[in-house]
Protein backbone atom coordinates (compact mmCIF):
# COMPACT_ATOMS: atom_id res chain seq x y z
CA UNK A 1 0.00 0.00 0.00
CA UNK A 2 1.20 3.30 -1.21
CA UNK A 3 1.78 5.67 1.91
CA UNK A 4 0.28 8.88 1.43
CA UNK A 5 3.10 11.82 1.60
CA UNK A 6 3.52 13.46 5.74
CA UNK A 7 5.18 15.62 7.35
CA UNK A 8 8.44 13.79 7.68
CA UNK A 9 8.05 13.19 3.94
CA UNK A 10 7.86 16.75 3.09
CA UNK A 11 10.66 17.97 5.39
CA UNK A 12 13.00 15.41 3.94
CA UNK A 13 12.31 16.13 0.69
CA UNK A 14 12.67 19.91 1.34
CA UNK A 15 15.48 19.56 2.51
CA UNK A 16 16.88 16.87 -0.02
CA UNK A 17 16.02 19.39 -2.78
CA UNK A 18 16.84 22.79 -1.89
CA UNK A 19 20.55 22.29 -2.72
CA UNK A 20 19.23 20.37 -6.31
CA UNK A 21 17.43 23.83 -7.61
CA UNK A 22 19.98 25.74 -6.22
CA UNK A 23 22.62 23.57 -8.35
CA UNK A 24 20.18 23.80 -11.23
CA UNK A 25 20.25 27.79 -10.78
CA UNK A 26 23.79 27.87 -11.09
CA UNK A 27 23.94 25.86 -14.25
CA UNK A 28 21.34 28.20 -15.62
CA UNK A 29 23.67 31.73 -14.65
CA UNK A 30 27.14 29.15 -16.00
CA UNK A 31 25.55 28.70 -19.59
CA UNK A 32 23.65 32.07 -19.99
CA UNK A 33 26.61 33.66 -21.70
CA UNK A 34 26.75 30.59 -24.04
CA UNK A 35 23.12 30.02 -25.72
CA UNK A 36 22.82 26.82 -27.16
CA UNK A 37 19.00 26.41 -28.82
CA UNK A 38 18.59 23.00 -28.38
CA UNK A 39 14.98 22.78 -30.26
CA UNK A 40 12.71 25.38 -32.27
CA UNK A 41 9.02 24.63 -30.35
CA UNK A 42 7.20 27.22 -32.90
CA UNK A 43 7.80 30.46 -33.91
CA UNK A 44 8.93 31.78 -31.01
CA UNK A 45 8.77 28.91 -28.42
CA UNK A 46 12.45 27.19 -27.83
CA UNK A 47 14.32 24.67 -25.32
CA UNK A 48 17.87 25.54 -25.03
CA UNK A 49 20.73 23.20 -24.45
CA UNK A 50 20.53 24.57 -20.60
CA UNK A 51 16.78 23.61 -20.35
CA UNK A 52 17.92 19.67 -21.38
CA UNK A 53 20.79 19.53 -19.07
CA UNK A 54 19.22 20.89 -16.13
CA UNK A 55 16.45 19.05 -16.58
CA UNK A 56 18.23 15.67 -16.91
CA UNK A 57 20.20 16.82 -13.73
CA UNK A 58 16.97 17.50 -11.83
CA UNK A 59 15.38 14.36 -13.20
CA UNK A 60 18.43 12.01 -11.90
CA UNK A 61 18.37 13.07 -8.45
CA UNK A 62 14.69 12.55 -7.83
CA UNK A 63 14.71 9.57 -10.09
CA UNK A 64 17.80 8.52 -7.48
CA UNK A 65 15.49 9.52 -4.44
CA UNK A 66 12.36 8.11 -5.62
CA UNK A 67 12.40 5.76 -8.28
CA UNK A 68 9.26 4.45 -7.69
CA UNK A 69 7.64 7.87 -8.41
CA UNK A 70 6.23 9.41 -11.70
CA UNK A 71 8.39 12.11 -13.04
CA UNK A 72 7.18 14.96 -16.24
CA UNK A 73 9.70 17.43 -17.28
CA UNK A 74 8.76 20.36 -19.24
CA UNK A 75 11.54 18.84 -21.69
CA UNK A 76 10.78 14.78 -21.85
CA UNK A 77 8.29 12.22 -21.32
CA UNK A 78 6.60 10.95 -18.62
CA UNK A 79 7.81 8.50 -16.16
CA UNK A 80 6.18 5.97 -14.14
CA UNK A 81 2.85 8.04 -15.00
CA UNK A 82 0.63 5.64 -12.83
CA UNK A 83 2.25 6.69 -9.55
CA UNK A 84 0.22 8.70 -7.19
CA UNK A 85 3.37 10.41 -7.00
CA UNK A 86 4.53 12.89 -9.79
CA UNK A 87 7.35 15.57 -9.94
CA UNK A 88 6.69 18.09 -12.34
CA UNK A 89 9.35 19.90 -13.31
CA UNK A 90 10.52 23.15 -15.39
CA UNK A 91 14.27 23.64 -15.87
CA UNK A 92 14.10 27.24 -17.06
CA UNK A 93 10.88 28.72 -16.88
CA UNK A 94 11.29 32.01 -19.33
CA UNK A 95 13.19 30.28 -21.50
CA UNK A 96 12.70 32.67 -24.44
CA UNK A 97 13.72 35.78 -21.59
CA UNK A 98 16.84 33.42 -21.01
CA UNK A 99 17.80 32.88 -24.88
CA UNK A 100 17.66 36.91 -24.88
CA UNK A 101 19.72 37.72 -21.74
CA UNK A 102 16.89 39.00 -19.94
CA UNK A 103 16.69 38.79 -16.47
CA UNK A 104 13.71 36.82 -16.11
CA UNK A 105 13.59 33.15 -15.56
CA UNK A 106 13.11 30.72 -12.83
CA UNK A 107 13.38 26.79 -11.59
CA UNK A 108 10.26 24.96 -10.89
CA UNK A 109 10.29 21.57 -8.80
CA UNK A 110 6.77 20.24 -8.14
CA UNK A 111 5.00 16.98 -6.47
CA UNK A 112 1.83 16.36 -7.40
CA UNK A 113 0.09 13.33 -5.02
CA UNK A 114 -3.32 11.85 -6.69
CA UNK A 115 -3.45 14.94 -9.07
CA UNK A 116 -2.77 17.47 -6.38
CA UNK A 117 0.13 19.94 -6.05
CA UNK A 118 0.99 19.28 -2.59
CA UNK A 119 5.00 20.70 -2.69
CA UNK A 120 6.84 23.36 -4.86
CA UNK A 121 10.24 25.63 -4.99
CA UNK A 122 10.62 27.91 -6.97
CA UNK A 123 14.13 29.55 -7.43
CA UNK A 124 15.15 32.74 -8.94
CA UNK A 125 19.18 32.36 -9.25
CA UNK A 126 19.38 35.61 -10.21
CA UNK A 127 18.08 36.84 -7.24
CA UNK A 128 19.29 34.23 -4.90
CA UNK A 129 15.27 33.98 -4.25
CA UNK A 130 13.74 30.14 -3.32
CA UNK A 131 10.29 30.28 -2.46
CA UNK A 132 9.25 26.98 -0.92
CA UNK A 133 6.07 25.20 0.26
CA UNK A 134 4.41 22.29 0.99
CA UNK A 135 0.93 21.49 1.60
CA UNK A 136 -0.10 22.84 5.42
CA UNK A 137 3.57 24.30 5.92
CA UNK A 138 2.52 27.95 4.74
CA UNK A 139 5.26 29.73 2.33
CA UNK A 140 8.89 30.37 3.13
CA UNK A 141 11.25 32.65 1.14
CA UNK A 142 14.92 31.46 1.66
CA UNK A 143 13.92 30.17 4.99
CA UNK A 144 11.12 32.66 6.32
CA UNK A 145 7.83 32.24 6.49
CA UNK A 146 5.91 34.95 4.58
CA UNK A 147 3.39 36.91 6.17
CA UNK A 148 0.98 38.72 3.24
CA UNK A 149 0.21 42.37 3.42
CA UNK A 150 -2.97 43.55 4.03
CA UNK A 151 -5.74 42.78 0.85
CA UNK A 152 -6.76 45.79 -1.34
CA UNK A 153 -10.04 46.77 -3.32
CA UNK A 154 -10.40 46.12 -6.98
CA UNK A 155 -9.52 49.81 -7.60
CA UNK A 156 -5.72 49.88 -6.14
CA UNK A 157 -4.92 46.06 -7.08
CA UNK A 158 -2.04 45.45 -9.77
CA UNK A 159 -3.24 42.29 -11.59
CA UNK A 160 -0.80 40.22 -13.57
CA UNK A 161 -2.76 38.24 -16.95
CA UNK A 162 -1.08 35.61 -18.94
CA UNK A 163 -2.92 36.49 -21.63
CA UNK A 164 -1.61 33.65 -24.51
CA UNK A 165 -2.35 35.86 -27.29
CA UNK A 166 -5.30 35.60 -29.72
CA UNK A 167 -3.73 33.73 -32.70
CA UNK A 168 -5.45 30.58 -32.96
CA UNK A 169 -8.83 31.21 -31.17
CA UNK A 170 -12.15 31.90 -33.06
CA UNK A 171 -14.11 35.43 -33.30
CA UNK A 172 -15.81 34.89 -30.40
CA UNK A 173 -12.74 33.26 -27.71
CA UNK A 174 -11.01 36.46 -29.05
CA UNK A 175 -14.03 38.86 -28.40
CA UNK A 176 -14.21 37.41 -24.70
CA UNK A 177 -10.44 37.47 -24.41
CA UNK A 178 -10.29 41.30 -25.09
CA UNK A 179 -13.89 42.22 -23.47
CA UNK A 180 -12.26 40.93 -19.87
CA UNK A 181 -8.99 42.48 -20.79
CA UNK A 182 -10.58 45.48 -20.97
CA UNK A 183 -13.43 45.15 -17.93
CA UNK A 184 -10.36 43.88 -16.00
CA UNK A 185 -7.65 46.88 -17.00
CA UNK A 186 -10.86 49.68 -16.47
CA UNK A 187 -11.55 48.52 -12.89
CA UNK A 188 -8.08 47.73 -11.61
CA UNK A 189 -5.36 50.13 -10.48
CA UNK A 190 -2.97 48.73 -13.36
CA UNK A 191 -2.64 45.20 -15.35
CA UNK A 192 0.74 43.75 -16.02
CA UNK A 193 1.44 40.98 -18.89
CA UNK A 194 4.64 39.81 -17.62
CA UNK A 195 3.95 35.86 -17.91
CA UNK A 196 5.48 33.86 -15.28
CA UNK A 197 7.98 35.29 -13.97
CA UNK A 198 6.51 37.59 -12.10
CA UNK A 199 3.55 35.38 -10.76
CA UNK A 200 5.42 33.77 -7.33
CA UNK A 201 5.70 37.64 -6.41
CA UNK A 202 1.62 37.63 -5.40
CA UNK A 203 3.50 36.21 -2.04
CA UNK A 204 5.62 39.35 -1.74
CA UNK A 205 2.40 41.67 -2.68
CA UNK A 206 4.18 43.08 -6.25
CA UNK A 207 0.89 42.03 -7.57
CA UNK A 208 -2.59 41.46 -6.24
CA UNK A 209 -3.98 38.87 -8.62
CA UNK A 210 -2.92 35.95 -11.16
CA UNK A 211 -5.24 35.04 -14.08
CA UNK A 212 -4.23 32.63 -16.69
CA UNK A 213 -6.40 33.21 -20.12
CA UNK A 214 -3.42 31.47 -21.77
CA UNK A 215 -2.54 27.84 -22.12
CA UNK A 216 -0.28 27.27 -19.60
CA UNK A 217 1.65 23.72 -18.81
CA UNK A 218 1.31 21.83 -15.86
CA UNK A 219 4.50 21.92 -15.12
CA UNK A 220 4.48 25.51 -15.10
CA UNK A 221 1.47 25.93 -12.73
CA UNK A 222 2.35 23.13 -10.05
CA UNK A 223 4.82 24.70 -8.16
CA UNK A 224 3.39 28.22 -8.43
CA UNK A 225 -0.31 26.61 -7.02
CA UNK A 226 1.03 24.76 -3.88
CA UNK A 227 3.34 28.37 -3.00
CA UNK A 228 0.63 30.54 -3.40
CA UNK A 229 -1.71 28.61 -1.94
CA UNK A 230 0.08 27.85 1.68
CA UNK A 231 0.74 31.11 1.60
CA UNK A 232 -2.84 32.51 1.98
CA UNK A 233 -4.13 32.74 -1.76
CA UNK A 234 -7.10 31.07 -3.14
CA UNK A 235 -7.05 29.08 -6.06
CA UNK A 236 -9.90 28.96 -8.25
CA UNK A 237 -10.34 26.77 -11.70
CA UNK A 238 -13.38 29.13 -13.45
CA UNK A 239 -15.04 26.93 -16.07
CA UNK A 240 -16.25 29.47 -19.03
CA UNK A 241 -17.80 29.21 -22.35
CA UNK A 242 -13.99 29.10 -23.43
CA UNK A 243 -12.55 26.37 -21.53
CA UNK A 244 -10.80 26.89 -17.75
CA UNK A 245 -9.40 29.47 -16.75
CA UNK A 246 -6.97 29.87 -13.66
CA UNK A 247 -7.78 32.69 -10.94
CA UNK A 248 -5.26 33.75 -7.92
CA UNK A 249 -6.82 36.26 -5.33
CA UNK A 250 -8.07 37.27 -1.90
CA UNK A 251 -11.20 39.05 -1.36
CA UNK A 252 -12.05 41.20 -1.60
CA UNK A 253 -11.13 41.18 -5.31
CA UNK A 254 -11.66 37.58 -5.76
CA UNK A 255 -15.08 37.97 -6.17
CA UNK A 256 -14.93 40.81 -8.41
CA UNK A 257 -12.75 39.00 -10.90
CA UNK A 258 -14.44 36.11 -10.81
CA UNK A 259 -17.77 38.12 -11.45
CA UNK A 260 -16.09 39.71 -14.76
CA UNK A 261 -14.32 36.35 -15.76
CA UNK A 262 -18.07 34.98 -15.67
CA UNK A 263 -19.96 37.05 -17.15
Same mark, same amino acid.
Given at each position: ??? $??? =???????????????????? +?? #? /?????? =????????????????????????????????????????? /? $????? !????????????????? !??????????????? %? =??????????? !????? !????? @??????? /???? #??????????????????????????? =?? +??? $?? @?????? @???????? %???????????????????? @????? #??????? +???? %???????????????????????? /????????
Amino acid at each position: MIQ $KPD =EKFFQEAIDYLIPVIKQAGT +MA #L /ENWDKI =EIYKQKDARDIATKADIEIENFIKGKIMTKWPEHGFWGEES /E $KINQD !SPFQWLIDPIDGSKFYA !SLAPFFQTYIALVYE %G =EPVLGLIYNPL !SHQLF !SAYQG @SGTYLNG /EKIT #LKEPVFLRDAIINIDFGGLAGKNEPEK =EW +MLD $KL @SQITEK @SYRVRMIA %GALNVYIVTGTIDAYIDLGD @SKPQD #LAARIIV +MQEA %GFIIEKIETNFGEKLLVAREPILS /ELRQILLN
